[in-house]
C-alpha cells in the first residue's frame, strides 16, 4: 500500500537554529497536508499543497511540494519553544480517499 | 464547547473485555474518521465513514467496529480487547467539499490501556 516516509524522526535544536522535516512517497501524491501536535495535544491542521512545485510560507514556517509531486519539506526559521511538537505529513494518492500520515518529526527547542 | 469530542478521555481495561471509543462532533461535517497513535508510528486509519450510511476500512481494521449512528456520532467498539491495541485513539472529521483533500480536524483523543 501507499507509504510516505518522513525524516528525521528526532530533531533537537538550540532556540535560534533552524529546523526542517522531509516527507516522501514512492508514489505521485495528489496532495500533501502538514500538521502539528503540541505534546500531550492532538494533530492541528497547518497546511495543503496541491500544485507541482507549490511554495507556502506561513510567518517563520515554509512548505514546499516537490515538482513530481513525491516529496515534501516544512522548513522553520529561527525556531523558539513554542515550535516544540510533532510535525506530521500527510497525503493521498490519486483517486484515493484516504489520507496516510507519516510517522512524524518530533523537535524539541532548547532555549 | 469542543467541536470534536470524544469519550472517555482514559480508559484502563482488561483483556478480554467490550470496548466502546465515542466521537461526537457539532462542525456538521459528513466524513468522520478513526486513527490509531502508537510511538513512533504515526496516525495509522481505522474506520472511516463519508455519510450515515458509508462505511469502510481503513489500514488496521481488524480487531476493530465501528457505527455511525448519526451524521454527529461516530463510535469505535474493540469488541475483545487485547493489550496489542494500548495505544491513543483520534477521531477525526473533515468537510465533504469539492475534492477529497480537505483538512481534517482531530478530537482531544482517548488514551486506551489493555492489562
Known amino acids: 500500500g501507499q507509504q510516505v516516509m518522513q525524516i528525521p524522526q528526532y530533531q533537537h535544536v538550540q532556540e535560534g537554529e533552524d529546523f526542517t522535516t522531509y516527507c516522501n512517497s514512492s508514489?505521485?501524491?495528489?496532495?500533501i497536508q502538514w500538521y502539528k501536535q503540541r505534546p500531550g495535544g492532538h494533530p492541528v491542521f497547518l497546511i495543503q499543497?496541491?500544485?507541482?512545485?507549490e511554495v507556502k510560507k506561513q510567518k517563520r514556517l515554509t512548505f514546499q511540494f516537490g515538482e513530481a509531486k513525491k516529496n515534501s519539506s516544512l522548513h522553520i526559521t529561527a525556531t523558539q519553544t513554542t515550535d516544540v511538537g510533532t510535525y506530521f505529513c500527510?497525503?493521498?494518492?490519486?483517486?484515493?480517499?484516504?489520507?496516510?500520515f507519516g510517522k512524524g518529526t518530533k523537535l524539541t527547542v532548547n532555549p | 464547547d469542543a467541536d470534536v469530542t470524544q469519550t472517555p478521555r482514559n480508559r484502563i481495561t482488561k483483556t478480554g473485555k467490550r470496548i466502546m471509543l465515542e466521537c461526537s462532533q457539532t462542525k456538521g461535517h459528513d466524513r468522520m474518521y478513526w486513527y490509531r497513535q502508537d510511538p513512533g508510528l504515526g496516525l495509522r486509519l481505522i474506520y472511516y465513514s463519508f455519510d450515515v450510511k458509508d462505511i469502510n476500512k481503513g489500514e488496521i481494521s481488524d480487531g476493530y467496529s465501528v457505527s455511525r449512528q448519526a451524521q454527529a456520532k461516530f463510535s469505535l467498539s474493540l469488541e475483545s480487547a487485547i493489550p496489542n491495541q494500548t495505544a491513543l485513539y483520534f477521531c477525526?472529521?473533515?468537510?465533504?467539499?469539492?475534492?477529497?483533500?480537505?483538512?481534517?480536524?482531530f478530537g482531544p483523543g482517548t488514551r486506551l490501556t489493555v492489562l
Open positions: 500527510a497525503g493521498t494518492q490519486g483517486g484515493s480517499e484516504k489520507l496516510v
Open positions: 477525526a472529521t473533515g468537510d465533504s467539499g469539492p475534492t477529497y483533500y480537505n483538512e481534517q480536524f
Open positions: 508514489t505521485t501524491l495528489s496532495n
Open positions: 499543497l496541491v500544485k507541482s512545485g
